[in-house]
């Protein structure tokens, strides 16, 4: 089984920058899928980032050129470096592993069988 556990969120005000980490346990995730989902209060959950065990990494248009996602193998954990952020980033984040996509694409949420407990991130504005 694999446990994955976040950490890093907080309260920040608009333009500021927090970084996500996500430690996980129980296998050794360096050949694994590895990414970011997010769900804010009333809304559905929605992919924020991904990278693969190769390191290439995808990312919702909402967050691109403001989030980076990146990985430590060495430390079996996963980052979401995010700046410039706004009130609508305010979220609850999930980290998510897979070993196997299994063909779906990696913004689908269905794809993933490992997800951490979520960490809460608050923008003000």
């Known amino acids: 089984q694999v446990q994955l556990v976040e950490s890093g969120g907080g309260l920040v005000q608009a333009g500021g920058s927090l970084r996500l980490s996500c430690a996980a346990s129980?296998?050794?995730?360096?050949?694994?899928?590895m990414g970011w989902f997010r769900q804010a209060p009333g809304k559905e959950r929605e992919f924020v980032a991904h990278?693969?065990?190769?390191?290439?990494?995808y990312y919702a248009n909402s967050v691109k050129g403001r989030f980076t996602i990146s990985r430590d193998n060495a430390k079996n954990t996963v980052y979401l470096q995010m700046n410039s952020l706004f009130p609508e980033d305010t979220a609850v984040y999930f980290c998510?592993?897979?070993?196997?996509?299994?063909?779906?694409?990696?913004?689908?949420?269905?794809?993933?069988?490992?997800w951490g407990q979520g960490t809460q991130v608050t923008v003000s504005s």
């Open positions: 998510v592993a897979e070993r196997d996509l299994s063909g779906l694409p990696p913004q689908a949420s269905e794809g993933y069988a490992y």
């Open positions: 129980g296998r050794t995730l360096s050949n694994y899928h």
């Open positions: 990278i693969s065990w190769s390191g290439s990494t």
